[in-house]
């Protein structure tokens, strides 16, 4: 069966929305946006040369990289007809990853053990596009080598890079960003830029604005307060970060005890480092590696001063909420960060606190979910090692997410499966630390249970590759018998599946098997029979497929994950019979099949048996019934973000619909096809039975519509974003 992936929503990439409006950076904006135009001469100074190829923005932490990298990016964005995509490489811990989070970025299902690498030049060759690069300075040597490879082999391919440090590779062009001028600055530019700004005062415009966020305007004609303030920005520097932090202040503080209180716990830049008992990852925020400039102790000391101001238990929640990567909800905190002093009902008015004071901020895309800035976060993670809590905290952020992926796979086969992939998605940075943890830790057995249960996600949600990865660690860890040793078996099986890897899967078949066995579980055996059913009915094996498959027992289905694996074995009888032409058993299969799902409520198998039973009514010519069943399994699909069963059942609307004859719609149905086939890496799965079927298809909309007008359709369809194009599948009959 199929891989599932969270699907590109639109034409223009992932940018997030910008929460803030944007202060100064003119001339630096100017000189990024020139950097990145693909059209040489269209707005860089006559004699620059050609855009680079790759921009790299440097400079210390908080001093604003990010924003002005995405600033850049989304005022460049119309240039990028395929696309401006933000890989945000913080959450990540593991070497070797960076390139496959650039392929999670682009959404590309790809089923294949084929290098990562080899994926995304495939799917971009012939594009244009904007990859950003954000947050480099700890994975510098692996961003480094994916940036290479890419850039290597894709000409049309342009990479913004925001790090600490630059990459250091040929041809990269970098531009340093110093921090918000107080009182003016000047602009320098070159194959490596040095910006400062035209405009006098954006510290203070950037200060003022936050100011009157936190409910303490400065008025236009206070010229003491405006000196006031400038006296604050001096102080720290002009550093975005530190006068947001500052700024969130003013809700408890008035201007000139700000100031008072920053002159007391600020050093001058003539001071020492500031003194520190433990290492900290903060000493990387220099420039270049050993040194830390003044405003490195500066920001440092500035987070610090909010940290003070913090009342003790708004700082302990700070400190415990540094072990999340990738964001988190108010519920998870309260569940991961309690203890002690810090009661689960005071959370919520903590973190409310924490928001309000910008330490913690909201997540610009997810609602009711929040996130902390890279600087922020290690200063909290300082703070926890100092209380000596970290290993303790980490132990139950990991058991946190053991439960609930333990919660998930029992859910999984009932009517919270869609709820389900959705937490998938946006835990998968926090579900990733939390497998790492755990394959790091002396506990195989807990290790393999988690594993077997977030691989088993992983492998309904899109992360192939990443569940592939964390089941052969846990299970060359030769982990002890019991069922999660067995359901990591099966998963990795079925991933192998997925990926078309079916001599594999053979293998794990076997030890699924035998595993079982040794267990005692019956509906483990039914699981195993898929992995053998599933991998033979793919080799073109189907007599011997449906001799196995159709020998399982019939046993109630489960609301687990070996319950979907139930599901799956029938589902694998059903396609077996259809490949083989026996489409009235496969369709009887299906409707088992189809009946089961909705009785569970779940979507997963259900949407694959709308498919199969479109397929056979297709076949024996009930056109309406196989272009409502291809509808219903789009929307099945579209539910679990699943790309390539949407893909495979867009090209069966497409041929029943041309059956009605309507060539335009199919055409276009054709095109949205191809684009969703796209994001897989694998058209029509190198099938023979479906590639053929497509062409057919093809054939007979362009003997209806001719080629000019087909080749018009067939574009409309092909540049749709992944909501239009799923509407328009769905909503019947619509226009063209």
């Not at 077996?576 to 409520?601: I, M, T």
């Amino acid at each position: 069966m199929p891989d599932t992936t969270h699907p590109n929503t639109g034409n223009l990439g992932n940018l997030p929305p910008e929460r803030h409006s944007f202060v100064g950076r003119r001339a630096e904006l100017a000189l990024l946006k020139a950097a990145l135009d693909p059209d040489p001469g269209s707005s860089r100074d006559p004699g620059a040369g050609p855009a680079a190829r790759l921009v790299s923005v440097v400079g210390v932490g908080g001093v604003g990289k990010t924003r002005l990298a995405l600033r850049a990016a989304a005022e460049v964005r119309d240039a990028y007809p395929d696309g401006v995509w933000l890989t945000e490489l913080s959450p990540l811990r593991a070497v070797g990853i960076v390139d496959l989070a650039v392929m999670e970025t682009l959404r590309l299902a790809d089923q294949s053990t084929r290098p990562v690498i080899d994926v995304i030049t495939e799917w971009a060759h012939g594009k244009r596009l904007l990859l950003v690069l954000d947050s480099c300075e700890h994975l510098l040597a692996d961003c480094a080598r994916v940036a290479a490879a890419l850039l290597a082999r894709l000409p049309d391919l342009r990479v913004l890079v925001t790090s600490r440090e630059r990459l250091a590779l040929p041809g990269e062009e970098v531009l340093h960003l110093e921090p918000l001028p107080v009182d003016g600055g000047t602009v320098s530019s070159g194959g490596t830029a040095a910006a400062g700004d035209l405009a006098a005062g954006d510290a203070v415009t950037l200060f003022a604005e936050r100011a009157a966020a936190a409910g303490r305007p400065l008025g236009d004609g206070d010229l003491a307060a405006r000196a006031t303030a400038a006296a604050v920005c001096r102080r720290l520097d002009g550093i975005p970060l530190a006068l947001e932090l500052a700024a969130a202040r003013l809700a408890d503080l008035t201007l000139d005890q700000l100031h008072a209180r920053l002159g007391e716990r600020l050093p001058s830049p003539t001071d020492g480092p500031a003194p520190s008992d433990v290492p900290s990852p903060l000493d990387l925020l220099a420039s270049d590696p050993g040194e830390r400039p003044p405003r490195h102790r500066t920001l440092r000391t500035a987070i610090g001063w909010s940290h003070e101001l913090c009342a003790p238990l708004e700082r302990l929640l700070w400190a415990r909420l540094s072990v999340f990567t990738g964001g988190f909800c108010a519920e998870t905190a309260q569940q991961v960060c309690a203890g002690g002093p810090l009661a689960p009902e005071r959370i919520p008015g903590l973190l409310a606190r924490l928001v309000a004071q910008s330490i913690v901020l909201p997540d610009p895309v997810i609602s009711a979910r929040y996130r902390m800035l890279d600087t922020v976060r290690e200063y909290g993670t300082d703070w926890l090692y100092a209380l000596g809590e970290e290993r303790a905290v980490r132990r139950r952020h990991r058991e946190h997410y053991a439960r609930l992926a333990h919660q998930g796979c029992a859910e999984w086969n009932t009517g919270r499966q869609v709820a389900w992939c959705e937490r998938v998605l946006s835990e998968h940075a926090n579900f990733r630390a939390a497998v790492e943890s755990a394959l790091a830790g002396p506990d195989r057995t807990a290790a393999v249970e988690m594993a077997g249960q977030v691989g088993f996600l992983w492998r309904h949600c899109g992360y192939l590759r990443e569940a592939r990865h964390c089941l052969d660690q846990a299970l060359a860890a030769d982990p002890p018998p019991g069922h999660g040793r067995t359901l990591a078996l099966w998963s990795r099986g079925a991933v192998a599946i997925l990926q078309g890897d079916q001599e594999a899967a053979a293998n794990w078949a076997v030890r699924c098997a035998d595993a079982a066995r040794e267990q005692g579980s019956p509906v483990a055996m039914v699981a195993a029979v898929y992995l053998r059913g599933g991998q033979l009915a793919l080799t073109g094996r189907q007599a011997e497929a449906i001799d196995v498959l159709a020998a399982a027992p019939r046993l109630p289905i489960q609301d687990d994950a070996f319950g979907a694996a139930q599901l799956q074995a029938r589902l694998a009888l059903s396609l077996a019979h259809v490949l083989r032409g026996e489409y009235e058993r496969g369709r009887e299969v299906a409707d088992e099949v189809r009946g089961a799902s909705r009785k569970q409520g779940e979507y997963w198998c259900g949407a694959f048996a709308d498919y199969l039973i479109a397929q056979a009514d297709l076949a024996y010519g009930d056109v309406p019934a196989a272009v409502r069943g291809a509808r219903t399994s789009v929307a099945g699909h579209a539910l679990l973000h699943n790309t390539v069963g949407a893909a495979m059942s867009l090209d069966l609307l497409a041929t029943a619909v041309v059956t009605t004859g309507d060539a335009h719609r199919a055409a276009r149905l054709l095109g949205i096809g191809t684009r969703l086939w796209e994001l897989t890496g694998r058209a029509q799965m190198d099938s023979p039975d479906l590639i053929a079927t497509r062409r057919t298809c093809e054939l007979r909309v362009r003997e209806h519509l001719g080629d000019l007008a087909y080749q018009h359709e067939y574009r409309a369809g092909l540049t749709m974003s992944y909501d239009e194009a799923i509407a328009y599948a769905t909503n019947w009959p619509g226009g063209r």
